[in-house]
Every structure is written in C-alpha cells, then in structure tokens.
C-alpha cells in the first residue's frame, strides 16, 4: 500500500504543485500519483523533516516542569521568584528546582544567602540557562553534599554532578514528560534529534519507543564516563540500537573541553576582562587527543564541545593529530585563521544560532573586540564547512524554526541585527536543519514535513511561530491537522 500526496509544492523548487508517491517508508516518486490511498495537500509547502542536531532531552523534557526564572534580572528578582513559589505551597523537605537564570551582567551577585532567609529547610537547586552552574541554598548543598560550601554557586563538573541528582526520577515519571515532549517536537516538524544527554539514554530510548514514545528518530550519545560502557557493548554511532525499531542509533561521543560564556569559564586565549581568567580546560591537548584515538578505534565519531577561540583551536589540533573526522559541538568564538580548517580536516560546525540573541549583550562585554567572529555561521559557511543547527535545548528552546530564525536574521525583539554580516541565507539555514536534505528527492526516507507557508520565503518573526500542518517519520504521521 502506498500513499500519494497530491498537490504538493516541495520547498526548494519552483513550478507547479506535484504529486509524491509514499511507499514503504521512502519516496518513491514524484509528479506521478498512486491508485492507491491518498491526500491532497491543496498547494501547502512538503518538506524534508527537521532535525535538531544538539539535544539534552531529558533535561528539556524536566525543563518544562521545573520553575521558569529566565526572565530575572537580578538575584533579587530571582529570589522574588522563588518566594512567590514557595508561596504556592511547595512542602517541607521537597527540592525546589528553577531553571534559566543567567548572571553575567547581573547588578548583584548570587549567593546562597539570599535563598536561606526565605526558605528555611526547603531545599532551594537553581540551574542556570546554560547548565554549567547551580545555585543552591543551604538546605540543597547540605542535602546534595555540599555542605559548608562558601556561596552556594557551582560551576562546571560540580554543576554537572548536583542537575544529575536533582534531575534524576522514576523511569515511568520522567517518560511520561518525555512522551509530551516527544508529542510537541512532532508538532514543530520534528523528525529527528541529536540527543547528548549526560546520562547514558541507549536503554531509555527503546524502552520508550516500545511504550509507543515513536514521534522521533534519535541519535543517542555518549560520555566519557561511559565510553567504555558503550565500546564493551559494541555500540559503534550509526548502529542500530536493539527494540527500537530502527528509530534510535548509537550517536556520536560528546567530548567537553571548556565551560560556557555565561560562567565566564569558555577558554579563550585573551582573558575576560578585568581578569587574568581565561576560562576553564577541561583536558590537555595530548589527553584529548587519546580520547579522539579510543573513540576512532571503537568507531565512535568525537563531539567536542568548544566554545573559546583557544578551545577550539585546541579540539582543531586534536582532530587533526587523530586523523579523524566529527563536529565540533557551539564552536562560539573561533580564530579568523580557523575557519578554513573546519572544511580542511572534515569536522562539521554544529551551532545553536539562538545563543547568540541570547548572548550578545554579555559577549558584547567579556568578548569585547572579537565578536565579529562570535557565532560566525557565514564566515564557516563561506570558508567551506559543514554546518548542522541545533537548539542545545533547554538552553534554547527545541524548535528549529526559532533556530533557523535567529540564523536568517541575527535579529530578536525587534533590536537592529548583531552583526549581520554573519547571516546565512534561508537555503543553508534549512539544509543544516534537516539533516542536510535540501528538499525531497525520489529514494530518500519519507521524514518530511507540512506546512502553509514556505520556509524559505518568511521572515525571521514568521520563523518564530512557524505553522505546521503535518510531519511525517518514514511515511507514518507523527503529527497532522489535515
């Protein structure tokens, strides 16, 4: 049985509406219809499905729970926030967990103190929007084995170990939050993700797409501290995980190299201002180097976070030295010099262009002089690399037409663009968020997605609350309004 979908304008080409032919998961042609079932799509936009290529998805899915403190624009509005919480009824010896704060260019300064005379014993965990710090009151450093810590604030691997404690819940708990956030990506066009989750999800996912969790293709990835987990079970990236019906695949092995902007710990050659700080390495060059080397034995490909010029200079050098290919996960701030080597030694620029709206005021201050190659997506672009869009989620939101609009545009809530020069043309933003399919091809997988307009036509503020008709996972429908 097949499935023709008439009257179809396939983004990317001109002329007339066509019919496509859906059999057995894949497009089997275009411009001659079927006999057998089918739909008329009456001129609307077929697509190829997107993806979002850098996901922490367990942690969007908590996200969505957890209370919103993105907006604050002090510690004091904070703890406001937090009161105006407690004020609802949360119990005694329940972890409040807020999400999204960001303290760059905060007048004051966060600190445990300001949490303790409000909540008393109610242990109080704010992870910032960038995942590399928490703030936590007394009662949650002393509950996550912390206690005595001077401020209260972590950064870094300390961060990373208390969002695993607080984040962790009952299977059946957090499934059903991931079924909801699986249903609302489908909704979005969705067809695919990226998921570099800290913790090891290639169980997870099959027991989620066995319970009917199936909206989504994923990639799953590893860390190092389970890199030798992944190798003893034989998980090379690409291959198929068993009991997930060819929906999830081993994915790449995530390397993390340096911090982030907003903690100030990005490793950058010149220092943040005002400071001898240059930002935080988390591995030396010849012990990077080794972990590319196991990866590339055990037919892993690297993803190395690097979001400091130094950093990704130094995961550059690495790849090069290992002779092997992958991506560089944000590549943020990159030497002019640099750009070319992405294309020259095979590793793909995975970017999250909606870090920039959210980070130029503050690159504008502890970058200042280099922003203009700070999220350089037309200088990779044009010095030839390979450029894949993500939403690093939750640190922005899991939507690539939020994505694509801040690549198209380098523009948001109306202010002037950052750096124009560095926006890429609707064409490149939409390959990089489909998985590098620039439009629907005869034999290509029926991952595709509806909509009334044509992406490569609207405007950034369209993007933003793109209407989507249908989506489509290997010619089933994962979300339609037909």
């Given at each position: 049985m097949s499935l023709t979908l008439r009257n179809a304008r396939l983004v990317g080409t001109e002329g007339e509406p066509v019919d496509v032919v859906i059999s057995d998961g894949a497009v089997a042609s275009i411009g001659a219809g079927s006999p057998d079932e089918s739909l008329d799509l009456d001129g609307r936009y077929l697509g190829p499905g997107l993806w979002d290529n850098h996901v922490h998805f367990s942690q969007w899915s908590l996200v969505r729970q957890r209370l919103d403190v993105s907006a604050a624009g002090s510690a004091a509005e904070t703890v406001r926030l937090v009161a105006d919480r407690l004020a609802s009824g949360i119990t005694d010896g329940t972890t409040l967990v807020g999400y999204g704060f960001r303290d760059g260019l905060w007048p004051d300064v966060p600190a445990k103190g300001l949490l303790d005379g409000l909540t008393?014993?109610?242990?109080?965990?704010?992870?910032?929007?960038?995942?590399?710090?928490?703030?936590?009151?007394?009662?949650?450093?002393?509950?996550?084995?912390?206690?005595?810590?001077?401020?209260?604030?972590?950064?870094?691997?300390?961060?990373?170990?208390?969002?695993?404690?607080?984040?962790?819940?009952?299977?059946?708990?957090?499934?059903?939050?991931?079924?909801?956030?699986?249903?609302?990506?489908?909704?979005?066009?969705?067809?695919?993700?990226?998921?570099?989750?800290?913790?090891?999800t290639i169980d997870d996912w099959p027991r989620r797409i066995a319970a009917g969790i199936d909206q989504l293709r994923v990639r799953c990835g590893v860390y190092s501290h389970d890199l030798e987990t992944a190798i003893a079970r034989g998980l090379q990236t690409g291959r198929p995980l068993e009991g997930a019906e060819g929906l999830a695949t081993m994915g790449p092995f995530k390397i993390i190299t340096d911090g982030s902007l907003n903690t100030r710990t990005a490793y950058c050659h010149a220092p943040y201002p005002g400071t001898?700080?240059?930002?935080?390495?988390?591995?030396?060059?010849?012990?990077?180097?080794?972990?590319?080397?196991?990866?590339?034995?055990?037919?892993?490909?690297?993803?190395?976070?690097?979001?400091?010029?130094?950093?990704?200079?130094?995961?550059?050098?690495?790849?090069?030295?290992?002779?092997?290919?992958?991506?560089?996960?944000?590549?943020?701030?990159?030497?002019?010099?640099?750009?070319?080597?992405?294309?020259?030694?095979?590793?793909?620029?995975?970017?999250?262009?909606?870090?920039?709206?959210?980070?130029?005021?503050?690159?504008?201050?502890?970058?200042?002089?280099?922003?203009?190659?700070?999220?350089?997506?037309?200088?990779?672009?044009?010095?030839?690399?390979?450029?894949?869009?993500?939403?690093?989620?939750?640190?922005?939101?899991?939507?690539?037409?939020?994505?694509?609009?801040?690549?198209?545009?380098?523009?948001?809530?109306?202010?002037?663009?950052?750096?124009?020069?560095q926006i890429i043309a609707a064409e490149v933003a939409f390959a990089a968020s489909t998985d590098g399919r620039a439009r629907v091809e005869v034999g290509s997988i029926a991952d595709l997605v509806v909509t009334e307009r044509n992406p490569l036509t609207a405007t950034d503020d369209e993007l933003r609350s793109f209407p989507v008709t249908a989506t489509m996972v290997a010619g089933r429908w994962t979300h339609t309004t037909l």
């Amino acid at each position: 049985m097949s499935l023709t979908l008439r009257n179809a304008r396939l983004v990317g080409t001109e002329g007339e509406p066509v019919d496509v032919v859906i059999s057995d998961g894949a497009v089997a042609s275009i411009g001659a219809g079927s006999p057998d079932e089918s739909l008329d799509l009456d001129g609307r936009y077929l697509g190829p499905g997107l993806w979002d290529n850098h996901v922490h998805f367990s942690q969007w899915s908590l996200v969505r729970q957890r209370l919103d403190v993105s907006a604050a624009g002090s510690a004091a509005e904070t703890v406001r926030l937090v009161a105006d919480r407690l004020a609802s009824g949360i119990t005694d010896g329940t972890t409040l967990v807020g999400y999204g704060f960001r303290d760059g260019l905060w007048p004051d300064v966060p600190a445990k103190g300001l949490l303790d005379g409000l909540t008393g014993a109610i242990p109080v965990a704010l992870v910032s929007g960038d995942l590399h710090c928490v703030w936590l009151n007394s009662a949650a450093l002393e509950r996550f084995g912390r206690a005595g810590h001077p401020t209260g604030i972590l950064r870094e691997q300390e961060a990373f170990e208390v969002n695993t404690a607080i984040s962790t819940v009952a299977d059946d708990v957090l499934d059903g939050w991931v079924a909801d956030a699986a249903t609302a990506a489908a909704a979005r066009g969705i067809v695919g993700i990226v998921d570099l989750e800290m913790q090891l999800t290639i169980d997870d996912w099959p027991r989620r797409i066995a319970a009917g969790i199936d909206q989504l293709r994923v990639r799953c990835g590893v860390y190092s501290h389970d890199l030798e987990t992944a190798i003893a079970r034989g998980l090379q990236t690409g291959r198929p995980l068993e009991g997930a019906e060819g929906l999830a695949t081993m994915g790449p092995f995530k390397i993390i190299t340096d911090g982030s902007l907003n903690t100030r710990t990005a490793y950058c050659h010149a220092p943040y201002p005002g400071t001898h700080n240059h930002g935080e390495l988390v591995y030396a060059p010849l012990a990077l180097v080794a972990l590319l080397e196991r990866a590339r034995d055990a037919g892993l490909v690297p993803a190395v976070h690097a979001i400091g010029d130094f950093a990704n200079e130094l995961a550059l050098d690495a790849f090069q030295t290992a002779a092997v290919r992958g991506s560089i996960e944000h590549a943020q701030l990159v030497s002019t010099s640099d750009f070319a080597r992405f294309a020259e030694l095979g590793v793909v620029a995975s970017v999250q262009p909606e870090h920039a709206m959210d980070d130029r005021d503050i690159a504008d201050v502890y970058w200042a002089g280099r922003t203009d190659r700070a999220f350089a997506l037309q200088g990779l672009a044009r010095a030839g690399a390979t450029l894949r869009l993500g939403s690093d989620a939750p640190v922005a939101p899991l939507d690539p037409w939020v994505t694509m609009a801040a690549a198209i545009s380098r523009s948001r809530d109306g202010r002037e663009p950052w750096h124009p020069e560095q926006i890429i043309a609707a064409e490149v933003a939409f390959a990089a968020s489909t998985d590098g399919r620039a439009r629907v091809e005869v034999g290509s997988i029926a991952d595709l997605v509806v909509t009334e307009r044509n992406p490569l036509t609207a405007t950034d503020d369209e993007l933003r609350s793109f209407p989507v008709t249908a989506t489509m996972v290997a010619g089933r429908w994962t979300h339609t309004t037909l």
